[in-house]
């Protein structure tokens, strides 16, 4: 017999390869990474980060953050004041996250503009349009 009843152990969710894919993907979106770096400085309100992460929607931010607190990532406080201030900052983890994906985000800053140009290229070129 196999499986759990025929007395072989199944990997723990810390040990299951497959864990880390989905933790990539929580962490390695785009909009997780940009809301991350932005509050790399320090805590911010929903309306600042709104701001700084350029093309975000409302939706897409609430539905981000909701994430990342989840995971442990960032603390969403909520001061009782009129009208109630709320702010989003870095855990200790989530600090690591940010020095983690520091040097993927200079990477694409730094080559942004050769990527635009490969890109241009590659769509300029005839048998592009024609493959399957």
């Given at each position: 017999m196999s499986g759990p009843a025929g007395g072989e152990s199944r990997p723990t969710r810390s040990e299951d390869p497959c864990q880390a894919r989905e933790v990539l993907g929580i962490v390695g979106d785009k909009w997780s990474l940009l809301i991350v770096r932005n509050l790399s400085q320090g805590p911010l309100r929903f309306t600042e980060l709104k701001r700084a992460v350029e093309g975000i929607s409302q939706r897409m931010l609430t539905v981000?953050?909701?994430?990342?607190?989840?995971?442990?990532?960032?603390?969403?406080?909520?001061?009782?004041?009129?009208?109630?201030?709320?702010s989003y900052e870095l855990t200790p983890m989530g600090r690591t996250l940010r020095e983690a994906t520091a040097p993927l985000l200079e990477w694409s800053i730094t080559h942004l503009t050769h990527i635009d140009a490969a890109r241009a290229v590659y769509?300029?070129?005839p048998e592009t349009a024609h493959r399957p």
């Open positions: 981000t953050l909701r994430g990342l607190e989840r995971d442990g990532i960032l603390t969403r406080t909520v001061r009782n004041v009129m009208p109630p201030h709320v769509d300029a070129r």
